[in-house]
């Protein structure tokens, strides 16, 4: 595969159930991509160091997803210029609106731009990554726009009650 594009990192593995979305919505554009763990607090040094070369790496934006206090999007695009996509990941007792509430009140100057909590937000910041790579990248361009066709033909063809 090509170079990645995007990064997609979370906080602990445990947060793989939900930033796997991130990563599938990217395999259905094809855009190359990684995955890492980096975490705000426990892995400082590898937080600095990941956002500091990313831009040289090639990458093109973020998609960081966090649980509980969630300090890793904002601290990385604090040490990047380069589009942080923050993706709250549900948390054990709150639920994750500590997560949101973390991610999306961001201080004015330093902007993350926040997604839904959950599966839904870690997808979408995938298709959202992809919507950034398309206007310089005709192939993903494509790829975007036939998964939202496939997505409303799916729509039209659904019928209620549901048949068998
Ligand atoms: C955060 O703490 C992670 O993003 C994760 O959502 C949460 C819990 O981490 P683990 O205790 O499962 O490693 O840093």
Redesign the pocket.
């Given at each position: 595969m090509s170079e990645p594009r995007v990064g997609v990192v979370?906080?602990?593995?445990?947060?793989w159930k939900i930033m796997s979305h991130a990563a599938s919505a990217l395999e259905a554009l094809g855009v190359a991509h990684e995955t890492r763990v980096v975490?705000?607090?426990?892995t400082p040094d590898r937080l600095f160091d990941y956002a500091a070369t990313a831009a040289d790496r090639g990458l093109a934006c973020i998609i960081a997803?966090?649980?509980?206090?969630?300090h890793?999007p904002g601290m990385l695009a604090a040490k990047t210029a380069l589009p942080v996509l923050g993706v709250p990941?549900?948390?054990?007792y709150l639920s994750g609106q500590d997560?949101l509430y973390s991610i999306v009140q961001m201080p004015k100057g330093i902007p993350v731009a926040t997604f839904a909590i959950g599966e839904a937000g870690a997808a979408n910041a995938g298709l959202f990554a992809g919507a950034l790579l398309a206007g310089t990248d005709p192939a993903i361009a494509r790829a975007l726009a036939d998964y939202r066709q496939r997505q409303t033909e799916a729509a039209e063809a659904m019928r209620v009650p549901p048949e068998g």
């Open positions: 979370m906080g602990s593995e445990s947060d975490s705000a607090h426990r997803g966090a649980g509980g206090a969630a890793l990941v549900p948390s054990r997560s």
